[in-house]
């Protein structure tokens, strides 16, 4: 592979990431390896591109969040181009059974999009397999109670939940618009001044795991490997920002 004299030492081009002033941006999430995605979770998100406000309005991926400081369509359309995609009333209906419709709605997004279709890795898939589906909803319920979680933080919120470099069960949380209270606002229809209750949690945990069963469909309920629970409870600890 060559080098191009315009990037810094230590840098490669890559297919799938274009250099934006000299640093690596996402250009398609299908062009990416899992590889790619183990380099570029050392690399600071925004400069990556992966933020919620980014758009690909001509390929179909939209942004919905009209917490902008000068939001420029009415509320449910993109912000970028005004479409109007999403039914905004079935998403908020507390229905799974037509989980892919909703799955559907998600996709339009730009950011969810990235993490229906980003690689799993093999660091992924290992700690996936590790706690099992039960495992990882105990995490995902853990997460999702802490207190920047349970209520509204401005200075935290949008900052909360990792990206490239967190677990399956950070990359769910983005996908189904659970990540901060931001996004939870209008993809679940939570206001920012509500206390998350039990049932809010027990929901948007569902959604998550689901997506991790549609994203590794053969991930066992169990772990693969049992572990002392203090151990478990330790590394779910130290994983759980």
């Not at 004299?5 to 297919?15: A, E, F, H, W």
């Not at 690689?119 to 990882?136: D, M, S």
């Not at 679940?188 to 509500?194: A, Q, S």
Request: contains cysteine.
């Amino acid at each position: 592979m060559m080098r191009d004299k315009n990037i810094t030492s230590g840098q490669l081009r890559l297919p799938g990431v274009v250099e934006a002033e000299g640093l690596d941006r996402i250009d398609s999430v299908f062009d990416l390896t899992p590889e790619e995605v183990e380099r570029l979770k050392r690399v600071k998100p925004k400069l990556l591109g992966l933020r919620c406000g980014r758009t690909d309005c001509a390929k179909g991926l939209h942004c919905f969040d009209r917490s902008c400081v000068r939001p420029r369509y009415k509320q449910g359309a993109c912000q970028q181009c005004g479409a109007e995609l999403i039914d905004w009333g079935e998403v908020w209906l507390r229905d799974s059974r037509d989980i892919e419709k909703k799955f559907e709605f998600f996709r339009r997004e730009w950011i969810r999009h990235f993490f229906f279709h980003v690689p799993i890795t093999g660091r992924i898939e290992k700690y996936a397999r590790r706690f099992g589906q039960l495992g990882l909803a105990e995490v995902l319920e853990k997460q999702l109670r802490q207190n920047k979680m349970l209520r509204y933080i401005p200075a935290l919120d949008g900052r909360q939940t990792k990206m490239l470099d967190g677990t399956i069960v950070h990359w769910a949380r983005h996908a189904v618009g659970c990540c901060c209270r931001g996004c939870m606002s209008y993809w679940h229809n939570i206001p920012l001044d509500h206390e998350l209750t039990g049932s809010d949690v027990a929901y948007l945990k569902g959604l998550a795991v689901k997506f991790i069963v549609k994203r590794m469909p053969d991930l066992a309920s169990e772990a693969v490997c049992k572990l002392p629970r203090a151990a478990m409870l330790s590394d779910r600890t130290s994983r759980a920002n």
